[in-house]
């Protein structure tokens, strides 16, 4: 009898564990635009990032962080759909270097922003910030030139490159932001 059994649940595993898998990679691509604005209504409320309640007063580099992180977003999303649509199945190395690229570079470079970006001396963070967007930048083309390269479509590669051009257009009015305009810091 157990035999039998375990036939019948493997692959009721097998389906959730794909499940689980395919959902992490849209999780960790939703998580820093979602963190993000959490953290801008919480920073709000301290003295130091009031201007923040009023977007009259926000900086232009803010608004292209918000427009292009969306726009990023938007395309992610809209790659992950069309994975489903179209019946296109990420294999496991795939889905590996891409989980790789957004949770193991994307976050932790999330969180350095974050923190260069309320930190007194952002400067401190620049070379940590740096080094994690280079090695990211690694697993991005990693993921684009061994997996999707010959792969994708038109349709696919534009959304690709829409993501790719919204987060690079976004991290560097962040840069800007932070490392620039130094009286927000208090420098």
């Known amino acids: 009898m157990p035999a039998t059994s375990a036939p019948v649940l493997a692959p009721s595993l097998r389906t959730s564990l794909f ?13 820093p635009g979602v963190l993000f604005g959490v953290a801008l209504v919480a920073l709000s409320r301290t003295p130091r990032f009031a201007w923040l309640t009023e977007p009259s007063l926000y900086p232009w580099e803010l608004w292209v962080v918000a427009v292009a992180g969306t726009v990023a977003t938007a395309a992610g999303v809209a790659d992950w759909v069309h994975h489903r649509a179209a019946g296109l199945r990420v294999g496991p ?31 401190v963070f620049l070379l940590p910030v740096l080094v994690v967007l280079m090695g990211t ?21 534009l959304l690709h490159r829409t993501l790719l051009t919204g987060h690079g257009l976004a991290f560097l009015a962040w840069a800007h932001f932070c490392f620039v305009r130094e009286r927000l810091h208090g420098g």
């Open 137 to 157: 930048l690694v697993l991005i083309c990693y993921d684009e030139f061994v997996f999707h390269r010959r792969r994708c479509g038109r349709f696919e590669a």
């Open 93 to 123: 190395n795939e889905h590996k270097a891409e989980l790789l690229a957004l949770a193991g570079g994307g976050l932790p470079l999330f969180l350095l922003m974050c923190a260069a970006s309320v930190a007194p001396r952002p400067l």
């Open 19 to 31: 499940r689980f898998r395919e959902s992490a990679s849209l999780l960790a691509s939703l998580v």
